[in-house]
């Protein structure tokens, strides 16, 4: 089934580590987005990229970098993280018409 | 800036009633208008959208929502409920980012649908 994968589907990480989460998408889109979603807030943009070799950021970026080396992948790194982006993270990506594909998300627990 | 808001955080609501979850949104610019809905320990599914064309849009299991551009709104209703519609639901509208587009999406509201 094409879609978006998420890995891993849940971690439990220490402060001041840091980790990938990886995104990775078969329907060849262009734009590519990472949110992050916390009770009572929804989701909020972290960052995002329209098209491969390009990223920018959105309403959350600090402590979070991503890179877009090709179509299908786009990870999300956390170079030092701390207790306050624990959270849900999810990947989505838009066809060229306004249709979002979401994943299934990574449930992240920073200790 | 544009914004979506979810007056309520949480709809109780007996089975076989009627629901209506507000979504209200501010934008300068024409804006695409999304519900998903989050089932419990799930990801986000797209229930329904209004791009353009009719301003009342329907889903697959019942529900409906209507554009309502003077009220800036983008409400969603169900006649009818049933226990395994309790999720989470998100309002969303789709607006211009450098030369893209993103989702701007509501707080939520947590349907709770009780026997």
């Known amino acids: 089934t094409a879609g978006i994968t998420q890995a891993p589907t849940s971690q439990i990480l220490a402060a001041g580590r840091s980790m990938t989460l990886r995104c990775t998408q078969d329907m060849r889109h262009n734009a590519m987005y990472w949110y992050r979603q916390d009770l009572g807030l929804g989701l909020r943009l972290i960052h995002y990229?329209?098209?491969?070799?390009?990223?920018g950021k959105g309403e959350v970026p600090d402590g979070y970098s991503v890179s877009r080396a090709n179509t299908d992948d786009f990870p999300l790194t956390l170079a030092s993280a701390v207790p306050s982006q624990t959270s849900v993270y999810f990947c989505?990506?838009?066809?060229?018409?306004?249709?979002?594909?979401f994943g299934s998300g990574t449930r992240l627990t920073v200790v | 800036a544009q914004s979506v808001t979810q007056l309520d955080s949480q709809v109780p609501v007996f089975e076989e009633a009627p629901v209506e979850l507000r979504c209200n949104y501010s934008s300068s610019v024409s804006v695409y208008l999304f519900w998903y809905v989050q089932y419990p320990n799930q990801g986000l599914q797209l229930l329904l959208k209004?791009?353009?064309?009719?301003?009342l849009v329907e889903s697959i299991n019942g529900f409906e929502a209507e554009f309502n551009k003077s009220q800036t709104s983008f409400h969603l209703r169900k006649p009818s409920v049933h226990i395994s519609d309790t999720a989470e639901y998100f309002c969303?509208?789709?607006?211009?980012?450098?030369?893209?587009?993103?989702?701007?999406f509501g707080s939520g509201t947590r349907l709770l649908v009780r026997p």
């Open positions: 990229s329209n098209t491969a070799g390009t990223t």
């Open positions: 209004y791009l353009s064309g009719s301003t």
């Open positions: 989505a990506s838009r066809d060229s018409g306004y249709g979002y594909t």
């Open positions: 969303a509208v789709s607006v211009p980012m450098d030369s893209s587009y993103k989702l701007i």
